[in-house]
């Protein structure tokens, strides 16, 4: 990402090798950054709004960031790991329970972190290298559920014309689009169906068999 004209007198270190009151004076700074960015947005926060959140100084926001854009970049990363980094804890589930249970997960990281992931696609628009790390997320997501489709597939759970890869594609795009119009335009809809219809359609797709779950 590009840097912000502020001079820095060094590069911030790496995280993994602050002391505990360097890690909590950073996590301070992302959390005010995080509730700047959603009250006003991405284009329109300043690096004075968040260290005014943070009661610290300019100083003390250099020390741990290099710009706005790198301190978004890191709460971005850490969204990107919440949504979608879930898997049910229950190793033995049948392959149809097993993907209402992360559909399930992924609804609620998203529901938590719905502001932030607006203003994350918006950025990804028109931001090159960030539409690169979005899509980096995203790739990492289409692997792990095209592996459990292969798996599914050599267990006889899931019919073998289907390509993994772009199934996987397929039903990523479905939910996280229908949870974005929901979660973020406000698109009206009963909690229970939508989300019963999105399983639904998942386990329609795939020819999972239901009486399993």
Same mark, same amino acid.
């Given at each position: 990402?590009?840097?912000?004209?502020?001079?820095?007198?060094?590069?911030?270190?790496?995280? $993994?090798?602050?002391?505990?009151?360097?890690?909590? #004076?950073?996590?301070?700074?992302?959390?005010?950054?995080?509730?700047?960015?959603?009250?006003?947005g991405f284009?329109?926060?300043?690096?004075?709004?968040?260290?005014?959140?943070?009661?610290?100084?300019?100083?003390?926001?250099?020390?741990?960031?290099?710009?706005?854009?790198?301190?978004?970049?890191?709460?971005?990363?850490?969204?990107?790991?919440?949504?979608?980094?879930?898997?049910?804890?229950?190793? $033995?589930?049948?392959?149809?329970?097993?993907?209402?249970?992360?559909?399930?997960?992924?609804?609620?990281?998203?529901?938590?972190n719905a502001?932030?992931?607006?203003?994350?696609?918006?950025?990804? #628009?028109?931001?090159?290298?960030?539409?690169?790390?979005?899509?980096?997320?995203?790739?990492?997501?289409?692997?792990? #559920?095209?592996?459990?489709?292969?798996?599914?597939? $050599?267990?006889?759970?899931?019919?073998?014309?289907?390509?993994?890869?772009?199934?996987?594609?397929?039903?990523?795009?479905? /939910?996280?689009?229908?949870?974005?119009?929901?979660? /973020?335009q406000g698109?009206?809809?009963?909690?229970?169906?939508?989300?019963?219809?999105?399983?639904?359609?998942?386990?329609?797709?795939?020819?999972?068999?239901?009486?399993?779950?």
């Amino acid at each position: 990402m590009s840097k912000s004209s502020a001079s820095t007198p060094s590069v911030p270190p790496p995280a $993994d090798t602050l002391t505990a009151r360097g890690r909590k #004076t950073r996590d301070g700074l992302l959390d005010a950054a995080r509730k700047v960015f959603e009250e006003v947005g991405f284009l329109d926060t300043r690096v004075e709004q968040i260290v005014q959140e943070a009661s610290v100084s300019y100083g003390t926001f250099y020390r741990y960031f290099e710009s706005k854009d790198d301190v978004f970049q890191e709460l971005s990363i850490r969204l990107f790991e919440d949504v979608h980094r879930r898997e049910p804890l229950d190793s $033995d589930l049948s392959p149809a329970a097993r993907l209402i249970a992360t559909n399930r997960l992924y609804y609620q990281a998203y529901r938590r972190n719905a502001k932030l992931m607006a203003i994350v696609e918006q950025v990804a #628009t028109f931001n090159a290298e960030f539409r690169a790390l979005r899509h980096e997320h995203r790739r990492q997501l289409i692997e792990r #559920t095209s592996r459990a489709i292969a798996r599914w597939q $050599d267990q006889g759970h899931v019919r073998e014309s289907l390509d993994p890869v772009m199934a996987a594609r397929a039903m990523s795009a479905m /939910v996280d689009h229908t949870l974005y119009l929901w979660l /973020v335009q406000g698109d009206e809809a009963d909690e229970e169906i939508l989300l019963d219809t999105l399983d639904q359609m998942c386990i329609g797709a795939l020819g999972l068999d239901v009486a399993s779950t």
